[in-house]
């Protein structure tokens, strides 16, 4: 089931295997929402608590130079050609694995970010702590994706 409207300053898609808010507004904190929810469902069994984070930008920002020196770099064999530029990883920081997905176009650059961290069951109280951590977790990807582009991030 997906839900919005107007006057929610977030989307909802509530499907049976998981729950699932999203917004384009940077200043709001999902994870406080999403531990809402967890604090009055506290028998629910979760498995893992997800924040993510999009970021986008032209190829006009300065940022994006940096993400497109990377892929210019790579020697492919001269037969062969880049259908898609992309690539996806993962690093753990504590118990969060962070997965990192980087993909190009001609005209810009979109960077997703995975804070993925499994919840010894049951376990309501961390839950509703790591769905908290959103600022937290969005705050380290976009350092992380500094150090990695020599560049910053909005998002």
Not at 46 to 65: G, R
Not at 128 to 149: G, I, P, Q
Request: proline residues 6%; glycine residues 4%.
């Amino acid at each position: 089931m997906r839900l919005s409207a107007v006057s929610l300053p977030v989307r909802w898609l509530v499907l049976p295997t998981g729950i699932t808010i999203e917004t384009e507004d940077e200043g709001t904190n999902c994870g406080e929402i999403i531990s809402r929810v967890v604090d009055i469902l506290k028998h629910t069994p979760l498995q893992a608590i997800a924040n993510n984070t999009m970021f986008q930008a032209p190829v006009s920002e300065p940022s994006v130079s940096a993400v497109y020196d990377c892929f210019e770099r790579m020697q492919l064999p001269s037969n062969v050609s880049i259908k898609t530029k992309g690539v996806a990883f993962a690093v753990m920081h504590g118990d969060t694995q962070f997965n990192l997905s980087v993909f190009l176009s001609d005209d810009a650059v979109l960077i997703g970010t995975n804070a993925h961290t499994p919840l010894p069951a049951p376990a309501p109280e961390k839950a509703a702590a790591v769905a908290r951590s959103f600022f937290e977790h969005r705050s380290f990807a976009k350092r992380m994706l500094a150090d990695l582009f020599r560049a910053e991030f909005a998002g």
